[in-house]
């Protein structure tokens, strides 16, 4: 399991961003949401994140840049997702599914994502 931490850009936006192997979904907090296109759920989604569980009633389009790579993925609305080993409150945690929809790896060793496998245009079949 892998993660690294670093600033992406929604809407113009800074928001601190957990990218983390070991969560399958992605999840954002309700001021971030507030810069995106949302939709209510019919039956709240419960998640247990960071040893307590979350209940999200909203699901957000989220678009961002990434390293000045554009990404738009599926993402779960909590009122919290908690703070990084420095205490630096998360506002978006990256998961895996979306990792892999955009070529996106982890270097854990050198703290860095690895974005050489981004897909510059998609070939569907």
Not at 11 to 25: M, S, V
Not at 32 to 41: A, C, D, F, H, R
Request: glycine share 8%; charged share 25%; aromatic share 8%.
């Amino acid at each position: 399991m892998g993660r690294i931490r670093q600033m992406i850009n929604v809407n113009g936006r800074k928001c601190w961003t957990l990218f983390d192997t070991g969560a399958r979904n992605t999840y954002l907090i309700q001021s971030v949401s507030s810069l995106l296109t949302t939709s209510k759920v019919k039956k709240p989604f419960r998640t247990a994140i960071g040893g307590q569980i979350k209940e999200s009633t909203q699901t957000a389009l989220l678009e961002a840049e990434i390293e000045g790579r554009r990404i738009s993925t599926h993402a779960m609305v909590i009122d919290e997702i908690g703070n990084d080993e420095d205490g630096n409150p998360i506002e978006i945690l990256f998961g895996a599914l979306a990792m892999q929809q955009w070529g996106i790896r982890l270097i854990p060793e050198q703290e860095k994502l690895d974005l050489s496998h981004y897909p510059e245009e998609f070939v569907e079949f």
